[in-house]
């Protein structure tokens, strides 16, 4: 049974930083590509960061310069390190598994964690 489980989120104002985590269960950590997605109320979910199994990353250009992704795979876990948050970063974040290697695609979502960045 895959399961993602999302922690971290909490309330913060605006210029702070928040750390996000993700630990994964039930698959092979090192085959699956690792992203945090978000959704703000009345908008549609949408990518923030990705990181490869081999560990290149990609962000969306709201986040680049102030979001880091990185993962260990040692304990089947990725982060989003939040600095430098905005009001306009509030939403639910939620972590996906995207499997990469060894096998046809496949993804699983986590059940999401609220950050809110007051102004």
């Known amino acids: 049974q895959v399961q993602l489980v999302e922690s971290g989120g909490g309330l913060v104002q605006s210029g702070g930083s928040l750390r996000l985590s993700c630990a994964a269960s039930?698959?092979?950590?090192?085959?699956?590509?690792m992203g945090w997605s978000r959704q703000a109320p009345g908008k549609q979910r949408a990518m923030v960061a990705v990181?490869?199994?081999?560990?290149?990353?990609n962000y969306a250009d709201s986040v680049k310069g102030r979001f880091t992704i990185s993962r260990d795979n040692a304990k089947n876990a990725v982060y989003l390190q939040m600095n430098s948050l905005k009001p306009e970063d509030t939403a639910v974040y939620y972590c996906?598994?995207?499997?990469?290697?060894?096998?046809?695609?496949?993804?699983?979502w986590g059940q999401g964690t609220q950050v809110t960045v007051s102004s």
């Open positions: 996906k598994a995207l499997r990469a290697l060894g096998g046809p695609p496949s993804s699983w």
């Open positions: 039930g698959i092979i950590f090192n085959n699956y590509t």
């Open positions: 990181i490869l199994p081999g560990g290149s990353t």
